[in-house]
């Protein structure tokens, strides 16, 4: 296999993008997963589809369209669909968790009609709803890339901030923290790591990656920054670990890394509960 | 009250959803060093006229000083500490260490993009030590019992020097004897490190020997006074006041112990 990777660029390509999904999914899903919106992934899943088909379709009618790589698309619906939830959510104010199945289900409705449009139901639904490792390209690993680069800074430089909010939004905005405008800067973050990230696993897929490892570490990390970490750890570990199995047995690469983050959060699972009975 | 620095003065508040008086007409003020207790049945206005001192609400009438600054003006938030009556119902299962959430309380002091130093570490332990907590300072916030996790956001509160401390009914969820605990910690915080203290709570039989000024709050303020004063006041008004019959316990005050 390492053999392949030197000589096939689309195996470098999966591998590199793998790499980085694996530590910025994980890393946005710990502060997701901790505040209670672990379904804010799937539903902006659904809307990055919808506006790759979107792009598909006017690709079909204009030929210069058709140079854009779709994902810039995707990542603009998704930024839109992220602040289109936290509207729902005002509006909907007793019933937040509404909000979710309306975005997932109008992206989803939305993606499907603007496909068969763009005659791209067969071949390219598939790929979108379940990720295409070897699909991926030159230029969209340069857009992993550059998200992972802005993901890594912006996390860095407002993690206190992420933090306290998380923990408790409301002392926080007491203490003078500027909430709304930090969950803003966060939910684009999480509307541009989805729409990159579901190449790789695919829309229906690419919440299992902001969320499983995370559902393993939370079972087992002392602190938020060890959570994190453990995370990250568990997410690089499901996905080049999925990577390889799908190559060597010839599977799915999404649905084997989403498996093997599900074997991880079982294995620490296990080890919780043997650790406790010692105790 | 008037020849000691005013740290928070309220003057003339009035709040109301339509004709629905929430606050009418309070005017108190918080004089340096004092352990001022706020209380008031459930329902009172309590809530409310703390999101007006944080500047969260606005009241229609009347304005808010803190440190002689009108509100709007008023900027150096560190300088208030705040322990919420939410700290208590806060998600348990939060992966965050007691270090990690008492340095939450560094956030705002710290501002945008930067770093905690060593200082800071040495700060969030000094913090932990004067509440008694630092031996716990790698376990999980969620680890901890009730009373362990309320002296933790007093650390949190307190871990940016601040000049007073603003507790909303922190005892609530907590176990009678870590109360006790609690409010000798308090009593401890006041006199010898001089934090003034605002303790807001609905349970008015167990501060009046532990706070040095006492405001009853039920919409409008029909109290306030030092807590000498406070007991002289008639249980007859008291009753009228909760709307049932109150006991206060009467204690011996001026040797400045609890």
């Known amino acids: ?279 | 009250m008037t020849n000691s620095n005013t740290i928070i003065d309220l003057q003339n508040i009035s709040f109301h959803y339509g004709d629905d008086y929430v606050l009418d007409d309070i005017t108190f003020s918080i004089p340096e060093g004092a352990f001022v207790g706020l209380v008031g049945p459930n329902g009172s206005g309590k809530s409310t006229l703390i999101k007006i001192i944080f500047g969260l609400l606005k009241p229609q009438k009347g304005y808010v000083n803190i440190f002689g600054q009108r509100i709007n003006k008023f900027h150096d938030w560190s300088k208030i500490g705040y322990v919420s009556q939410k700290a208590n119902s806060f998600n348990s299962g939060f992966p965050a260490s007691v270090f990690e959430v008492v340095s939450m309380g560094l956030t705002s002091k710290l501002g945008l993009f930067k770093f905690m130093k060593s200082s800071h570490r040495d700060a969030v332990h000094d913090a932990l030590q004067l509440v008694g907590m630092n031996e716990y300072s790698s376990s999980n916030i969620g680890d901890l019992s009730g009373g362990q996790q309320q002296r933790v956001f007093i650390a949190r509160a307190l871990v940016s020097n601040p000049d007073i401390l603003i507790l909303d009914e922190p005892t609530v969820g907590v176990d009678a004897n870590s109360t006790s605990d609690f409010y000798q910690l308090l009593g401890k915080l006041n006199r010898d490190n001089g934090i003034t203290l605002l303790l807001v709570t609905h349970d008015i039989g167990t501060i009046t020997d532990k706070v040095t000024h006492v405001a009853c709050l039920n919409r409008s303020l029909h109290f306030h006074g030092e807590t000498e004063e406070f007991e002289q006041f008639s249980d007859r008004d008291l009753s009228g006041f909760y709307g049932h019959h109150v006991h206060v316990l009467s204690h011996d005050h001026g040797h400045g112990g609890v």
């Open chain 1, 1 to 279: 296999m390492i053999q392949a990777l030197w000589q096939f660029e689309f195996l470098q390509n999966a591998f590199l993008a793998g790499v980085l999904i694996g530590i910025i999914a994980p890393l946005l899903g710990v502060f997701i997963v901790v505040r209670r919106q672990a379904l804010i992934a799937d539903a902006l899943s659904h809307i990055t589809l919808a506006g790759i088909a979107a792009s598909l379709l006017i690709g079909k009618y204009s030929s210069f369209w058709q140079g854009i790589n779709p994902v810039y698309m995707g990542m603009a619906f998704s930024a839109a669909g992220s602040l289109f939830i936290e509207q729902l959510r005002k509006v909907y104010k007793h019933f937040e968790e509404l909000a979710i199945p309306i975005t997932l289900s109008g992206g989803i409705g939305l993606g499907v009609v603007f496909l068969s449009l763009a005659d791209g139901f067969n071949s390219d639904l598939f790929n979108y709803l379940f990720g295409s490792v070897i699909a991926i390209s030159r230029s969209d690993l340069v857009a992993v890339a550059v998200i992972t680069v802005v993901v890594l800074v912006v996390v860095t430089l407002l993690y206190k901030e992420l933090f306290f909010l998380s923990f408790d939004e409301e002392h926080a905005v007491v203490s003078g923290i500027r909430g709304k405008s930090i969950q803003f800067i966060f939910i684009l973050l999480v509307a541009f790591v989805i729409a990159v990230s579901m190449q790789i696993v695919g829309v229906l897929l690419v919440s299992a990656l902001m969320t499983l490892p995370v559902a393993a570490s939370i079972r087992i990390a002392k602190g938020f920054k060890q959570t994190i970490g453990l995370s990250i750890l568990f997410g690089e570990l499901a996905v080049l670990g999925g990577l390889v199995l799908a190559y060597y047995l010839d599977i799915a690469p999404g649905g084997t890394i989403v498996l093997l983050s599900a074997l991880i959060l079982v294995a620490v699972l296990l080890f919780k509960r043997l650790k406790q009975r010692k105790s």
